[in-house]
């Protein structure tokens, strides 16, 4: 059942991946009522994504998109969106999208849309994980740590997490660590037919877990434990369509952190074990152990 919060959350995502466009290359995109102190970054990225597919000429499918944060976005304040048209063809188009706030640019991103046809196919298969209804939804989770981690019980949820795992919070408080999260998502509403809305869902959602792996790893969480993070850079690679209304696994792990910069991977898989995306996301994390005496 849901809930008319979840229910509220959710349409508000829709509303904010809903841009007010101002003229052929200029949109403008909302925030919605529950917020970081700076935007959250999964937001910009999935607004950036829908200005570029909406200025396209032709139908053509996303197939990459990269994006380099700059600064920090106020969410008091509407963001600028303007799309520069790099190439526009029926089956390939490339499109540069510089997120502006008050003449600052926040983030550049670079997005690529390619209609390739059939070919070569093989993928990687997804982890032997329990079904998503047979694990609690994040909600239940975050219930006797709502003082450990207030920025995520406040936070947006328009999508339906369930960890396969312990989240780092409960990890923490074990006492143990994790290599890896794994998550399945579905959109908590009624996802339009737009293809495109479905894959800024995922663009929205491959920014929530991908670092954890990174504190995970060495038995740390938020909350618990003085960290600094910040995103640098986010990348995902479309491989197929993605029906956000549908289940999707998310798995991610951390192959190296050094020099005060973790590096995140991701496979989004869809409930057969395809392979829909991949994601890497680089970002300053710092770690202050406490005082000892």
């Known amino acids: 059942?849901?809930?008319?919060?979840?229910?509220?959350?959710?349409?508000?995502?829709?509303?904010?991946?809903?841009?007010?466009?101002?003229?052929?290359?200029?949109?403008?995109?909302?925030?919605?009522?529950?917020?970081?102190?700076?935007?959250?970054?999964?937001?910009?990225m999935a607004q950036s994504f829908m200005a570029a597919t909406r200025s396209l000429k032709y139908r053509t499918p996303p197939s990459a998109l990269s994006v380099h944060f700059i600064a920090g976005g106020d969410p008091e304040k509407d963001l600028e969106f303007h799309v520069v048209r790099l190439r526009d063809e029926r089956r390939f188009a490339n499109r540069r999208v510089d997120v502006m706030q008050d003449g600052l640019l926040l983030t550049t991103a670079m997005v690529s849309f390619l209609s390739g046809g059939p070919s070569l196919e093989h993928g990687i298969a997804p982890p032997d994980l329990p079904d998503p209804l047979s694990v609690p939804p994040v909600d239940d989770l975050l219930r006797g740590y709502e003082d450990v981690v207030p920025h995520f019980v406040n936070a947006l949820r328009p999508i339906d997490w369930r960890y396969t795992n312990d989240p780092t919070w409960v990890m923490r408080k074990k006492g143990e660590k994790l290599p890896h999260n794994r998550v399945w998502m579905k959109a908590l509403g009624q996802m339009p037919a737009d293809p495109a809305v479905h894959a800024a869902a995922l663009v929205y959602s491959s920014d929530t877990t991908v670092l954890d792996s990174i504190i995970t790893t060495h038995g740390l969480s938020w909350g618990f434990d003085r960290i600094f993070a910040v995103t640098t850079n986010h990348s995902v690679w479309f491989h197929r369509p993605v029906h956000f209304d549908d289940w999707v696994l998310y798995s991610t792990s951390s192959p190296v952190a050094t020099d005060s910069r973790g590096l995140g991977t991701g496979h989004f898989f869809d409930p057969s074990g395809q392979l829909l995306a991949t994601v890497v996301q680089e970002g300053i994390v710092k770690y202050f152990p406490a005082a000892t005496s």
């Not at 466009?21 to 970081?36: F, L």
Request: no cysteine.
């Open 1 to 44: 059942m849901r809930s008319a919060a979840s229910t509220a959350d959710f349409d508000e995502l829709l509303a904010i991946l809903d841009l007010e466009q101002i003229d052929d290359n200029t949109y403008v995109g909302s925030h919605p009522s529950k917020n970081p102190v700076r935007t959250f970054g999964g937001q910009m």
